[in-house]
């Protein structure tokens, strides 16, 4: 039985954060101290299922109840292979798999230090309205949410271009916009915007009301579209020509670790939902994965 302290504190974002309609620049965190090192754990309302009550009751009984075994670290299986399935366990839902892989990724680091990478993670830059451009002067890969004036993500992706000719996009229609729209959109980058600037976009993120317009836009357009939310529905049979932007919180770290190995042909960018840096680590060891991606690995700090 492990000595588990918890414990719950109010933190503010440095930046409020957009979640589905809803801005948040506070958020509570379960503090949880095991072995005198200290993990913060969240959930974003409307996007995690879980409370942060019900995750700190499944993460006492988990490092009270459980013996780990460290002799067959496996990071392909659920917990990593240091407990074995029972019902508790296979019932637990995706964030508290992911919050409890998070701690015990810690404690593997400590113990076991030679199963890690420090290899350099690249992480894209992201752009938020009003940012000053200067700052992406140096940039290698900048994400940008597309605006509703199509337009105004036209003038600055010019501008962009203009600063840093090497600079790759990354947009992100987060699920605004029809397919005429996008189409529309599609016309004015390949018309009105510099051609290496157009080549320079790696994908558009979930542009579609309606994910299957994908599939017609795909036909039609030069630019990959990247699966975000929608990664569960085609996590079994990946779309080869679709890259994936992985949150591990909603799948486990596990989950995502196995998912990698067994889709090398796919492209896979880490992605977080504004994590403590405290279990930052588990996003860092999935992105090692893909070293040669830019992730979007942002933290609240």
């Given at each position: 039985m492990m000595d588990v302290k918890l414990s719950f504190e109010t933190l503010s974002y440095i930046k409020p954060v957009p979640v589905r309609g809803k801005v948040i620049s506070k958020n509570r965190f379960l503090k949880v101290t095991i072995l005198e090192r200290d993990y913060f754990i969240s959930v974003l309302p409307g996007f995690h299922e879980s409370s942060l009550e019900e995750l700190s009751l499944k993460i006492n009984k988990f490092?009270?109840?459980?013996?780990?075994?460290?002799?067959?670290?496996?990071?392909?299986?659920?917990?990593?292979?240091?407990?074995?399935?029972?019902?508790?366990?296979?019932?637990?839902?995706?964030?508290?798999?992911?919050?409890?892989?998070?701690?015990?990724?810690?404690?593997?680091?400590?113990?076991?230090?030679?199963?890690?990478?420090?290899?350099?993670?690249?992480?894209?830059?992201?752009?938020?309205?009003?940012?000053?451009?200067?700052?992406?002067?140096?940039?290698?890969?900048?994400?940008?949410?597309?605006?509703?004036?199509?337009?105004?993500?036209?003038?600055?992706?010019?501008?962009?271009?203009?600063?840093?000719?090497?600079?790759?996009?990354?947009?992100?229609?987060?699920?605004?916009?029809?397919?005429?729209?996008?189409?529309?959109?599609?016309?004015?980058?390949?018309?009105?915007?510099?051609?290496?600037?157009?080549?320079?976009?790696?994908?558009?993120?979930?542009?579609?009301?309606?994910?299957?317009?994908?599939?017609?836009?795909?036909?039609?357009?030069?630019?990959?579209?990247a699966i975000d939310e929608s990664f569960e529905q085609f996590a079994i049979k990946p779309h080869l020509a679709w890259p994936a932007v992985i949150k591990p919180s909603l799948f486990g770290i596990s989950f995502v670790s196995f998912w990698l190995r067994n889709h090398p042909e796919n492209r896979a960018v880490i992605s977080s939902s504004f994590e403590h840096p405290t279990i930052m680590e588990g996003l860092y060891f999935l992105a090692r994965k893909r070293s040669m991606e830019f992730h979007g690995l942002s933290q609240f700090l």
């Open positions: 490092f009270t109840n459980y013996h780990l075994n460290f002799s067959a670290i496996d990071f392909e299986k659920r917990f990593f292979n240091l407990v074995g399935p029972d019902a508790f366990l296979n019932s637990l839902k995706a964030e508290a798999l992911f919050n409890i892989e998070a701690i015990l990724l810690g404690m593997i680091r400590t113990t076991h230090p030679q199963l890690f990478s420090h290899e350099e993670i690249l992480i894209n830059d992201l752009y938020r309205p009003g940012d000053d451009l200067e700052k992406f002067k140096d940039s290698q890969c900048v994400k940008i949410k597309i605006d509703h004036n199509l337009l105004a993500t036209r003038n600055l992706l010019i501008e962009l271009h203009q600063l840093n000719p090497q600079l790759k996009f990354r947009l992100d229609g987060n699920r605004q916009f029809e397919l005429n729209e996008m189409i529309e959109f599609y016309q004015i980058l390949k018309t009105q915007i510099p051609e290496r600037a157009f080549h320079n976009i790696d994908y558009i993120e979930e542009p579609f009301k309606n994910f299957y317009d994908t599939l017609v836009f795909e036909k039609r357009a030069e630019i990959p579209v």
